[in-house]
């Protein structure tokens, strides 16, 4: 079965600093997902990723998904103390079945 | 829209009482999971239904755990009796498609059996 690892696992960070929270696969992916979620709510959906060597971005986060398709990255640009919370990778299975798999989440804290 | 509505927003109740859990799609969504997330295991899907079909329940911990989905907009998981265990936050989430599709989550709710 597919499994998800992210790195790191929490990370603390300076008030506009620069960040990357990396999701790594142990299969091929057939999309990747990223989300967010703040302590005691539901998670935001912030991109999608489905093609090898595609990147979003929206607002100062920036997502991509290496050639291979089995590493994501998703990068903060000057981070701001609204960008604390968790991020979770989420794969989508590849045939009915399977099932759609999470990553463990990195806990993102940004001190002003 | 409103998003995904989830009721009640947090439940307290008593080891061997029935906890039901509602959700209400976003309008034209035709598929919907509902997970469980807590500290120890993450986020487990529990079941998927497409189009008020059930689709796949092989995540449902066990018979104490059933999930319906009379119409398109109203799902419930029911847990029959509860146990300490089941303590979690129950999150519902909705998309257009099946799991290729972007999905849209509820608020969740917290559940705490004592």
């Known amino acids: 079965s597919q499994e998800l690892e992210q790195s790191p696992q929490s990370l603390i960070v300076q008030e506009g600093k620069n960040l990357t929270i990396n999701c790594t696969s142990s299969?091929?992916?057939?999309?990747l997902y990223w989300y967010k979620q703040k302590y005691g709510e539901g998670l935001i959906f912030l991109m999608m990723l489905q093609k090898g060597g595609e990147e979003k971005s929206h607002e100062k986060i920036t997502a991509k998904l290496d050639e291979k398709k089995q590493q994501s990255s998703l990068h903060i640009t000057a981070s701001q103390p609204s960008h604390a919370g968790i991020y979770l990778c989420?794969?989508?299975?590849?045939?009915?079945?399977?099932?759609?798999?999470f990553g463990p989440g990195t806990r993102l804290s940004v001190l002003p | 829209d409103a998003g995904v509505i989830q009721s009640p927003r947090h439940e307290v109740t008593e080891m061997g009482q029935e906890v039901t859990l509602r959700c209400k799609p976003i309008s034209g969504h035709n598929s919907l999971f509902w997970y469980r997330q807590t500290m120890m295991r993450g986020l487990e899907l529990l079941i998927y239904f497409n189009n008020n079909v059930p689709i796949d329940d092989s995540g449902m911990p066990e018979d104490r755990f059933s999930a319906k989905m009379p119409n398109a907009s109203f799902s419930t998981l029911k847990i029959q009796p509860s146990e300490p265990r089941d303590s979690a936050v129950y999150f519902c989430a909705t998309a257009s498609g099946g799991f290729q599709e972007t999905q849209y989550f509820g608020p969740g709710t917290r559940l705490l059996v004592l």
């Open positions: 989420g794969a989508p299975p590849e045939d009915y079945g399977q099932n759609f798999v």
């Open positions: 299969k091929t992916l057939y999309g």
